[in-house]
């Protein structure tokens, strides 16, 4: 009798979202609503919205002086040159090369086009080299940073002025203070979403990730990188049949207005229906 209450239990946990482990953050914690939904679109209009806060985010980089590199690895047929290495995919491995063609490192490519990523000021260089997290700083002959070696990877970011280091690994997304190899973020229940959970265009180019400006998220809160703070959503949809995941965060003088793609799962093999997304406002409290 014991054993099936515990088995009935562990179903229940299973499918219910309540059931999750808790989120460790230093950042300063809010919680918001959603206060109305403002419009809904098919796929082509998010692709529109998407593309605008590309360019807005891209607008920022020059601002400042910076280079979305990954953008230039995707224009060049997944090709770039930062200082004298050569970054390359090909047949099946991110593969870096020296000036005079010398592999430094080859590594499976694994579907993930997070698997590596540049600094915005184009100083580090992080990998997932076989699951494990390699940095590399650039300027330094590839000199490579040991505080984050032997930690488990499937993707890794870097924010606009590379003051945190974002680490994705499967399901649980964690944020680092980077030069202090700080953890100021662990996330058991969700990765740390950077971008659109289908790629978009732009520029006569698909991508699958903008530039990281300020805010990131994971499934059901926000996080501003640059304040410090997360915020905590209520309202948005997660089941085994139905996900509502968070792909752009616009900020105004109103507030806050996100961008949600809408996926309904289909119980018919190979049949899925396509995502739609709309604008919501959220009212923190």
């Not at 050569?86 to 090369?97: D, L, V, Y």
């Not at 984050?148 to 690994?169: A, G, H, R, W």
Request: proline share 4%.
């Amino acid at each position: 009798m014991k054993k099936v209450v515990l088995i009935s239990l562990s179903l229940i946990c299973v499918l219910c979202i309540s059931c999750t482990k808790p989120v460790y953050t230093s950042f300063e914690t809010s919680n918001a609503k959603i206060a109305e939904t403002l419009f809904g679109f098919k796929l082509a209009q998010c692709n529109e919205i998407l593309e605008k806060s590309y360019k807005n985010a891209e607008q920022i980089l020059i601002h400042n002086g910076l280079v979305d590199y990954k953008k230039e690895y995707y224009k060049n047929n997944w090709k770039l040159w930062v200082n004298q290495y050569e970054i390359s995919h090909n047949a099946g491995f991110i593969t870096i090369k020296n000036s005079i063609g010398d592999i430094l490192l080859s590594t499976p490519y694994n579907d993930k086009d997070a698997i590596f990523n540049i600094s915005y000021d184009k100083k580090y260089l992080g990998i997932c080299d076989k699951r494990k997290v390699r940095i590399f700083d650039i300027d330094n002959n590839l000199y490579e940073i040991n505080q984050y070696k032997d930690m488990q990877c499937t993707e890794i970011y870097f924010p606009l002025d590379t003051t945190y280091l974002i680490v994705n690994n499967k399901n649980r997304g964690q944020i680092y203070d980077f030069k202090a190899g700080k953890l100021v973020y662990d996330n058991p229940n969700s990765p740390i979403f950077v971008g659109s959970p289908y790629y978009f265009y732009y520029d006569n180019t698909y991508y699958p990730n903008p530039p990281i400006i300020d805010y990131v998220s994971t499934k059901n809160e926000i996080i501003s990188l640059n304040e410090g703070k997360r915020i905590v959503i209520q309202g948005l949809k997660h089941s085994y049949q139905y996900d509502e995941n968070i792909v752009a965060v616009m900020k105004d003088k109103e507030g806050i207005t996100v961008l949600v793609a809408e996926i309904e799962r289909s119980f018919i093999p190979f049949v899925s229906t396509a995502p739609f997304c709309s604008l919501r406002v959220l009212q923190e409290f």
